[in-house]
């Protein structure tokens, strides 16, 4: 099937995957949609969930929470990292850099690239970026810088039918693979944007620019940087444009019904079309970060039933994007790190109980808190979130989550110019880290 013919030519390190078991990719084998019947388990629970945030979240921090963000979570725990504060003067540069502060081969690597501008740029920055916007400008890079550096793949599909795009910049055979991933959360749109952003930096100035002293052309051959801009298609298009904007006529029941149930149990008083622009969740209703198999039985959801945000679904992995993810992680390739862009709060997320990559999670988000110029530390709790899997696994990858931006979701395009100094350079500390250990 397609998605198999895709990633049998996209990917090196997947060639070596051919074996049994590389079936997981088959549609198959994603879980069946949710049984009607299984979600009238549904407890008195209900109740006694927290409300729904859905006025505007508290300044800061303390809007997003386990995980990535669960901003809406009641039972989770966080905690002020007071390691965080400390000198990073010494941790390489980033956003700001000192000129100085590079390698020895500051002198013939170039200009760094967080310098440079690009001259008519193919991604525009527009407040509602979306699917087919980003499906557009995927064609148009290829057109402008060819393909030579830039490979993309398709991970899955969505419950809609809207393709889950990866986009690898760099040497697909590269000993060594970070993914960038955002827009898990539907109405955290303004991260594909971002990631697309960053895709055309990586092209544009791949001959000519360098991070951290180092040129980009040898930074990627030695590291491919996936992109997955935007993991819950579905999501950003009920966001962004309503219930027309999703196709099956059963996932528009769905919502209408996560509606009807978080409006009777008084989570939302909104009207419809702005509870719908406030949506997290995928078009089945599950909050995909809390979805993943990351202490999932413990998983601090804070609904039992399908809604637009904090419901974690039947099972692990129950969701196809979630598993788009999974498989992504599961192909063959050395994953050195993973960094998650949800919004909002300028906040970083690096750890988790039993977190088996703590040291290196931690090394990560201290040089990208240097980089964004000092997004804060900390501890997320609760489970289900794709950085707690990472963090947790077998074969563990060092994984943070970003959190973009300082106003609610979903933010104006407004806010978009400072996200984009704090995080532009973001993806090319991620493959610089890669090559730290
Ligand atoms: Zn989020």
């Not at 525009?124 to 699917?131: A, D, N």
């Not at 679904?313 to 949800?342: D, F, K, M, R």
């Amino acid at each position: 099937m397609k998605k198999s013919r895709i990633y049998a030519i996209g990917i090196g390190c997947l060639i070596s995957l051919a074996v049994p078991g590389t079936a997981a990719l088959a549609d198959t084998q994603l879980p069946a949609m949710e049984a009607p019947g299984e979600e009238s388990s549904a407890s008195s629970e209900e109740t006694s969930a927290p409300a729904v945030q859905e006025t505007a979240a508290p300044a800061g921090a303390e809007s997003a929470g386990p995980g990535e963000g669960a901003e809406t979570s009641g039972s989770s725990t966080i905690i002020r990292d007071s390691q965080s504060r400390t000198d990073y003067s010494q941790i390489g540069p980033g956003i700001g850099l000192d000129q100085d502060a590079g390698s020895q081969n500051q002198e013939t690597a170039g200009t760094e690239f967080t310098a440079m501008t690009v001259s008519d740029p193919v991604v525009k920055p527009v407040e509602k970026y979306s699917y087919e916007q980003m499906k557009t400008d995927i064609e148009a890079l290829k057109a402008r810088y060819g393909t030579a550096h830039m490979t993309v793949n398709t991970i899955g599909t969505s419950a809609d039918g809207r393709e889950i795009y990866d986009i690898v910049i760099g040497n697909v055979n590269a000993g060594k693979h970070v993914l960038i991933q955002g827009a898990m959360h539907a109405r955290e749109y303004m991260n594909p944007l971002l990631m697309m952003k960053q895709i055309e930096d990586a092209l544009a100035f791949y001959d000519t620019g360098s991070y951290n002293g180092r040129k980009l052309s040898d930074l990627l051959s030695q590291v491919a940087v996936h992109f997955v801009p935007m993991s819950n298609p579905d999501g950003v298009a009920l966001s962004q444009f309503g219930l027309d904007a999703i196709q099956s006529a059963e996932l528009r029941e769905r919502i209408q019904n996560c509606y009807a149930s978080d409006t009777a149990a008084g989570r939302t008083s909104l009207d419809f079309d702005t509870y719908l622009t406030r949506w997290k969740a995928n078009a089945r209703g599950v909050d995909l970060n809390y979805n993943f198999d990351a202490l999932w039985n413990n998983a601090s959801s804070t609904w039992l039933l399908p809604s637009s945000s904090g419901y974690k679904g039947l099972g692990p992995v129950s969701e196809p994007e979630s598993q788009a993810l999974v498989n992504l992680i599961n192909n063959g390739c050395t994953w050195a790190a993973v960094l998650n862009y949800h919004s909002m709060g300028n906040v970083i997320y690096w750890d988790i109980e039993g977190n088996q990559v703590k040291a290196k999670s931690q090394h990560l988000a201290q040089l990208m808190s240097a980089a964004t110029g000092g997004y804060q530390m900390l501890y997320s709790g609760g489970g289900g979130g794709f950085k707690d899997w990472l963090q947790l696994k077998d074969n563990p990858v060092p994984s943070i989550t970003v959190e973009t931006g300082k106003v609610d979701c979903p933010m104006p395009l407004s806010e978009f110019e400072s996200v984009w100094a704090q995080n532009r350079a973001g993806w090319a500390l991620a493959a610089d880290f890669a090559l730290l250990y």
